[in-house]
């Protein structure tokens, strides 16, 4: 049917699907909801109508082919959706249409489904619902025999429900997550608008993801967003595309929690910037972590929390008191929050969605997470990159100062997988790195990139002892620091050392790159 | 004597619908020696009672009594296969 004016959207209320639906399900249209088993269609197809009466108060007609009603109401309990009380109010309606053991029709003669039709439409009148929901279609195909039939009745069923004004989602089973898209191959011809749930097994880890494969005459976000079911919520999507294209930049700054490193990032880190700090264990990660957290203290207002998923309170709490920093009484005053989980007990999905909640909730001005690394243990390569991605967008838009540790696999020099994954992201880099000279272990602390703000571009030494992270000097003289390898810089090169800042530029430029510096040094042997 | 309890759901009066009647009536008289207890409903006029018995499609004819409980589905036209189910006792 030709309409000239533009479709308009119903919103669904599932938390991230408007989003990427780009306003909700075409308004009093039929949606096909196509999945794998186990990949939450029910839930959709249950929540689209929850959704509706919580938010919207208005009423939903459910029509269940598979399970029975009573399932139904105990199975969504744990979502807390309360059907019988909403069924009590008139809010909610079953046709119950599973199948019964006793009842086993023999097929004698031309049918069509009228009675299906009437018992819909006659509920959706009588409680004046808009939303419709029909789990699964599938079984009903399983049920009669002559597909013809079948495909003819669920078009007239189709048909019915939009001209009762009702937007609907039918649910259809898929045989494979990259298949055709429903079994029986006929669902495809009710419905102009297919959204396909999907739980594929990816590295060996299942994620849940959700596309939006049409929408006759209304636009949406293309290809597949992570999705998450939690207890109490539903189904939770996670609109990343979307949000990243949103960059919000503030010129205010805040104190990174130690005076040098100030100094070093030309006056602070800007209150809504991402920074990454990189260093081998044990190198300070959790050391500047915990002076960030300490920093929310000087300003007014100031909210830290910390997502701890390497060490347990008690022990992060008792080495930020060995360094000096009192934490505690952050805590007491009800300024500072620490979290802390095994990044095994969950899916990256659902840790991405618990840590937005407590950052909902908790409204903190700066927010930690030691260590990304260990999250990235947990997930896919993809997987780890939206949810970083996902997670510093929803940081930003807050105007949250975020900062992320990263664990380099080697104890001296290198990248880890971390870094090459989100340095993109980030508007500060700071690499921390041990450094062997003369059989001693130094370590070095250096501003790699500072967005939209001059710093400090060499590399000092730092040491650590119960008063936290001291910056020190820069490594005169030497190249290579990074890497590991130093080289100390013969007089040749450095050009007299009566000129102080001259020379410091140079091992600048060489431990930045102490490739180029050891090939010249072959070809000079040569 | 045992009657025959029989209910028949049909939609509307569509040609479907008369012809289901049609059959069933002709079933009673000629088959059953008009020993039945029919009665006939409007799934369009009475959706609650479609909803109670859980009908899916029309005609549906359900027949309570004598027992088993048997349902057909469709305008009964295949007469042999309409008269088997009625007449199976287990």
Request: aromatic share 6%; hydrophobic share 40%; charged share 25%.
């Given at each position: 049917?030709?309409?000239?004016?533009?479709?308009?959207?119903?919103?669904?209320?599932?938390?991230?699907?408007?989003?990427?639906?780009?306003?909700?399900?075409?308004?009093?249209?039929?949606?096909?909801?196509?999945?794998?088993?186990?990949?939450?269609?029910?839930?959709?197809?249950?929540?689209?109508?929850?959704?509706?009466?919580?938010?919207?108060?208005?009423?939903?007609?459910?029509?269940?082919?598979?399970?029975?009603?009573?399932?139904?109401?105990?199975?969504?309990?744990?979502?807390?959706?309360?059907?019988?009380?909403?069924?009590?109010?008139?809010?909610?309606?079953?046709?119950?249409?599973?199948?019964?053991?006793?009842?086993?029709?023999?097929?004698?003669?031309?049918?069509?489904?009228?009675?299906?039709?009437?018992?819909?439409?006659?509920?959706?009148?009588?409680?004046?619902?808009?939303?419709?929901?029909?789990?699964?279609?599938?079984?009903?195909?399983?049920?009669?025999?002559?597909?013809?039939?079948?495909?003819?009745?669920?078009?007239?069923?189709?048909?019915?429900?939009?001209?009762?004004?009702?937007?609907?989602?039918?649910?259809?089973?898929?045989?494979?997550?990259?298949?055709?898209?429903?079994?029986?191959?006929?669902?495809?011809?009710?419905?102009?608008?297919?959204?396909?749930?999907?739980?594929?097994?990816?590295?060996?880890?299942?994620?849940?993801?959700?596309?939006?494969?049409?929408?006759?005459?209304?636009?949406?976000?293309?290809?597949?967003?992570?999705?998450?079911?939690?207890?109490?919520?539903?189904?939770?999507?996670?609109?990343?595309?979307?949000?990243?294209?949103?960059?919000?930049?503030?010129?205010?700054?805040?104190?990174?929690?130690?005076?040098?490193?100030?100094?070093?990032?030309?006056?602070?880190?800007?209150?809504?910037?991402?920074?990454?700090?990189?260093?081998?264990?044990?190198?300070?990660?959790?050391?500047?972590?915990?002076?960030?957290?300490?920093?929310?203290?000087?300003?007014?207002?100031?909210?830290?929390?910390?997502?701890?998923?390497?060490?347990?309170?008690?022990?992060?709490?008792?080495?930020?008191?060995?360094?000096?920093?009192?934490?505690?009484?952050?805590?007491?005053?009800?300024?500072?929050?620490?979290?802390?989980?095994?990044?095994?007990?969950?899916?990256?999905?659902?840790?991405?969605?618990?840590?937005?909640?407590?950052?909902?909730?908790?409204?903190?001005?700066?927010?930690?997470?030691?260590?990304?690394?260990?999250?990235?243990?947990?997930?896919?390569?993809?997987?780890?990159?939206?949810?970083?991605?996902?997670?510093?967008?929803?940081?930003?838009?807050?105007g949250i100062m975020g900062l992320f540790t990263a664990t380099t696999p080697t104890l001296v020099g290198g990248t880890s997988a971390t870094e090459a994954h989100i340095s993109t992201i980030t508007d500060a880099i700071i690499l921390l790195r041990y450094a062997e000279l003369h059989g001693e272990m130094l370590r070095g602390i250096t501003v790699l990139k500072m967005r939209g703000s001059n710093h400090d571009k060499r590399i000092r030494r730092f040491t650590v002892n119960d008063?936290?992270?001291?910056?020190?000097?820069?490594?005169?003289?030497?190249?290579?620091?990074?890497?590991?390898?130093?080289?100390?810089?013969?007089?040749?090169?450095?050009?007299?050392?009566?000129?102080?800042?001259?020379?410091?530029?140079?091992?600048?430029?060489?431990?930045?790159?102490?490739?180029?510096?050891?090939?010249?040094?072959?070809?000079?042997?040569? | 004597?045992?009657?025959?309890?029989?209910?028949?759901?049909?939609?509307?009066?569509?040609?479907?619908?008369?012809?289901?009647?049609?059959?069933?009536?002709?079933?009673?008289?000629?088959?059953?020696?008009?020993?039945?207890?029919?009665?006939?409903?409007?799934?369009?006029?009475?959706?609650?009672?479609?909803?109670?018995?859980?009908?899916?499609?029309?005609?549906?004819?359900?027949?309570?009594?004598?027992?088993?409980?048997?349902?057909?589905?469709?305008?009964?036209?295949?007469?042999?296969?309409?008269?088997?189910?009625?007449?199976?006792?287990?």
């Amino acid at each position: 049917m030709n309409t000239a004016a533009p479709v308009d959207k119903l919103e669904t209320g599932i938390p991230g699907f408007d989003f990427i639906a780009e306003g909700g399900l075409p308004e009093g249209r039929t949606c096909l909801v196509a999945g794998t088993s186990g990949s939450a269609k029910t839930v959709f197809a249950v929540q689209f109508l929850a959704e509706g009466i919580e938010r919207f108060e208005t009423p939903g007609v459910f029509v269940t082919f598979e399970e029975t009603p009573d399932d139904i109401r105990r199975n969504m309990i744990g979502f807390g959706w309360d059907i019988p009380a909403w069924e009590a109010e008139g809010l909610w309606r079953f046709v119950d249409v599973s199948p019964t053991l006793t009842d086993d029709p023999t097929v004698v003669g031309d049918y069509d489904l009228d009675a299906l039709i009437s018992r819909v439409t006659h509920a959706i009148k009588d409680i004046g619902a808009t939303r419709v929901s029909l789990d699964s279609i599938g079984a009903i195909c399983g049920q009669f025999e002559d597909s013809a039939i079948v495909r003819r009745e669920l078009f007239r069923v189709a048909a019915a429900l939009r001209q009762a004004n009702s937007t609907a989602v039918i649910t259809a089973e898929r045989s494979d997550e990259y298949g055709s898209i429903a079994r029986y191959g006929i669902e495809e011809f009710v419905a102009d608008n297919v959204v396909v749930l999907r739980n594929a097994l990816e590295e060996t880890r299942r994620r849940r993801t959700m596309e939006i494969l049409k929408f006759r005459g209304a636009t949406h976000s293309k290809g597949e967003f992570p999705f998450s079911v939690l207890p109490d919520q539903g189904i939770v999507a996670i609109p990343l595309s979307a949000m990243e294209l949103q960059q919000t930049s503030s010129i205010e700054r805040s104190t990174s929690g130690n005076e040098m490193l100030d100094e070093m990032t030309g006056g602070g880190f800007y209150n809504d910037s991402i920074i990454l700090v990189s260093g081998a264990t044990g190198t300070g990660k959790t050391l500047l972590t915990s002076e960030f957290l300490a920093g929310a203290t000087e300003e007014d207002g100031g909210r830290a929390l910390l997502f701890a998923f390497e060490e347990g309170y008690s022990q992060f709490m008792r080495n930020a008191a060995g360094w000096g920093i009192d934490l505690q009484r952050l805590e007491d005053e009800g300024r500072l929050k620490v979290v802390c989980k095994y990044p095994e007990v969950a899916g990256l999905e659902d840790h991405l969605i618990r840590m937005k909640g407590v950052i909902k909730e908790f409204k903190p001005t700066r927010v930690a997470v030691d260590s990304l690394s260990a999250l990235e243990r947990v997930s896919s390569m993809k997987g780890f990159r939206e949810f970083v991605v996902s997670l510093t967008s929803n940081i930003k838009d807050d105007g949250i100062m975020g900062l992320f540790t990263a664990t380099t696999p080697t104890l001296v020099g290198g990248t880890s997988a971390t870094e090459a994954h989100i340095s993109t992201i980030t508007d500060a880099i700071i690499l921390l790195r041990y450094a062997e000279l003369h059989g001693e272990m130094l370590r070095g602390i250096t501003v790699l990139k500072m967005r939209g703000s001059n710093h400090d571009k060499r590399i000092r030494r730092f040491t650590v002892n119960d008063q936290g992270l001291h910056i020190g000097k820069p490594f005169d003289q030497l190249a290579g620091v990074l890497s590991g390898n130093i080289h100390i810089l013969g007089p040749g090169l450095q050009g007299g050392s009566t000129n102080q800042h001259h020379s410091e530029e140079n091992a600048e430029s060489d431990a930045l790159s102490p490739g180029t510096l050891s090939q010249s040094t072959g070809r000079d042997g040569r | 004597m045992k009657r025959y309890q029989l209910r028949l759901f049909v939609a509307g009066r569509s040609a479907r619908s008369e012809r289901a009647i049609a059959n069933l009536r002709r079933i009673c008289q000629e088959d059953l020696g008009g020993d039945c207890d029919l009665s006939i409903i409007d799934v369009l006029e009475h959706p609650q009672e479609a909803e109670n018995e859980k009908i899916l499609a029309t005609p549906t004819l359900i027949k309570s009594g004598p027992l088993p409980i048997r349902r057909f589905i469709g305008d009964l036209s295949v007469r042999e296969r309409v008269l088997a189910g009625l007449e199976q006792q287990t």
